[in-house]
């Protein structure tokens, strides 16, 4: 998206509004990045600031069901008239004032890009899938034990164990001394 930007050229502290659409390339997107920006003449160079949003079309990260969510990010670079020094290895060559125009495409690209949510989520409770079988539980049950029961019950299986454990040497001793003593304790 090159802006022409020839009306606010040489007037330090003029500015912009553009309010613009721009083709999304990404592959999760849904529709165009909708941009209303302001672009402000600093004197130096061009400060864009501004809100981006765009629909974008992702896979639950729980149940992989498909869903539909709006990316929306706000900007803030400043593009400069001339370069900065060559050696500097954190210059952007993007943001860089061609003749009167300021291309904005990468900038707007690689803003929505970093804000698409790594772990999306259809909604906030979503139940996911069976970690065993795979159902969807959204939409229905499995005969799969619950595993937020198996992680309740962990520490009484564990108690269980060690009780088991401690208790089993005396069963064996009370066996070797009297098999009636043995019998009378189990009932
Ligand atoms: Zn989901
Ligand atoms: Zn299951």
Known sequence: MRLNISSI??????????????????????????????V??????????GVLSV?????????LKPMQTTIETSIAEEFSIHPLEEEDPLWDDDL???GHEIDLTSLIEESVLV?????????????????????LLSEGTCE???????IRLA???????QVSETTTPERRK???SSKEKTFKSKS
């Open 9 to 38: 050229m040489g007037r330090k502290g003029a500015c912009l509004e553009v309010s613009k659409e721009l083709p999304a390339s990404f592959r999760e997107a849904a529709g165009p990045i909708v941009c209303n920006l302001k």
């Open 40 to 49: 402000t003449n600093t004197g130096d160079g061009y400060l864009v600031t």
């Open 55 to 63: 629909e974008a079309e992702l896979l639950c990260s729980r149940c």
């Open 96 to 98: 860089l004032v061609e």
């Open 115 to 135: 804000n698409i949510p790594m772990k999306p989520v259809c909604r906030e409770d979503c139940p996911g899938l069976c970690p065993g079988c795979g159902t």
């Open 144 to 150: 799969c034990p619950d595993p937020n029961i198996d």
């Open 155 to 161: 520490p009484l299986s564990k108690l269980l164990q």
């Open 174 to 176: 009370d066996h070797g």
